[in-house]
Every structure is written in C-alpha cells, then in structure tokens.
C-alpha cells in the first residue's frame, strides 16, 4: 500500500504516510479521522431507514472525485474494495475513503487475485481481472445500501430503489440501476461521466431560494 500511494494526494483519501516493522509484525501509519464509517452513520444516525436521496448526491459526488484522481493516474489505480465500512463521514461532513489496502496499479493482461467484499462485488473482480469500472459497481452498491438500509445478499441482483422506497428519484434508481450492471461495457463509461449525472439530479435537491438566484442570474446573461 505504501508503495503505491505514497507519492499521492487527495482530500478524500486516507494514504498511508509511513510505515514500520515490530516484532514481526507490519504497521501502516496515517491520519487518524474523527467521524463514523457510512454503516454506522446509516444505522446510527438514520435508524438504518435508509440516507435521504440529496445526503447521498453530497456523498458520491466526493467519493466520486476521489475515485476520479485515482484513475486518472498512470498507470490507473484502482480501489477494489468500496463499501460503507470503508467510507468514512468526518466530524466536518467530508467524505475519507479508508484502507486502501486491496488497491493496486492496473497491469493490462495482468490476471490479479480475487479479493474484496463479495456483496460489493461485480464478477470481473472474482475472475481477477477488475477495471475502473469495477470501482463504479462497488460504488453503485454503496448508493443502493445507504439509500434503503438494506446490506446486499444476492450477488449481482439489486431490487429497483423505487419498489423499495417510491421517495426515491426515477433519475436516481436509473443512476444506480445503470452502476450496478453486471457487464463493465453496460455501466458508466468512467466516473466522470457518473458524476455529472448526479451533478445534475442535484440541482432538484436546491433551495427554491438557490434556484430563483440561479435563474435571475440566467436572465440578466441574456
């Protein structure tokens, strides 16, 4: 882990600043984080009902730019392992994705072992051969397990949000529905173009007092 992250840098990303050797034991040093992992604000803070719709947007949309700068590294590095326990929500509302330990530099033709939490997982990375995209249906997951409370048991199958839970968006049922698709080719082409999909879901979620600024600004351009 020290090896890969140790000349990166993001705020929404907990890298190992060093490392040491005890007693033949092994020790990563890194920041330590005030806050709860996501699955605990989940079942803690919101009684595991399920995070409001616009709680989530906020939330993805970092995890999302975190997941963005480890892509665009060359070669991409890739997370591998998202899921709630691994997100944290610190004592100021940011968002610090945590133990980056199954991450690892993408080798094209290279075959890696199949690691990480099989809930969260989409079948390439069972065959050991993950992509970005990986990290997109992970995500996806994560959207689906704090939106309704409800931890993934089938592998590859999410109920439709909306049977779950009719408050939640068409937009954003599609949004995940299209993360979670169990061919890479099928989901979104890369983070980006995910994020600017739930950039903008998000201006639904603004103040009416927000978007009549937003419009009077629009017409005094024109």
């Known amino acids: 882990e020290r090896e890969i992250f140790h ?15 005890e007693h033949n034991r092994y020790y990563l040093v ?8 996501l699955y605990a604000v989940m079942m803690e803070d919101y009684a595991g009902n399920g995070v409001p719709e616009s709680v989530i947007i ?3 949309k970092q995890i999302l730019d975190a997941l963005d700068y480890l892509h665009s590294q060359s070669p991409p ?35 890696m ?3 990480g939490t099989p809930q969260y997982a989409p079948e390439e990375l069972f065959a050991g051969k993950p992509e ?9 997951a ?21 049977k779950i839970n009719q408050n939640i968006s068409q937009e954003m049922e599609q949004i995940v529905a299209r993360a979670v698709q169990r061919k890479p080719e099928d989901r979104y082409e890369n983070v ?14 603004l103040p009416l007092s927000v978007k009549d600024g937003l419009k009077k600004d629009c017409d005094i351009i024109k």
């Open 7 to 21: 000349n990166l840098c993001h705020p929404s990303l907990a890298i190992s600043k060093d490392f040491f050797i």
């Open 132 to 140: 970005v995209r990986t990290d997109i249906y992970s995500l996806g």
């Open 77 to 111: 590095v890739i997370y591998r392992d998202l899921k709630p326990e691994n997100i944290m929500l610190r004592n100021d509302g940011k968002i610090i994705i945590i133990d980056l330990g199954l991450a690892r530099v993408l080798t094209p033709g290279l075959t």
């Open 142 to 162: 994560t959207m689906h397990c704090l939106l309704t409370g409800i931890v993934p048991v089938n592998l590859f199958y999410f109920e439709p949000l909306r």
């Open 192 to 205: 980006r173009v995910m994020r600017d999909e739930l950039e903008k879901l998000s201006k639904k979620f």
């Open 113 to 115: 072992t199949a690691v």
């Open 58 to 60: 906020d939330w993805t």
């Open 30 to 37: 890194m920041d330590y984080i005030e806050g709860k992992d």
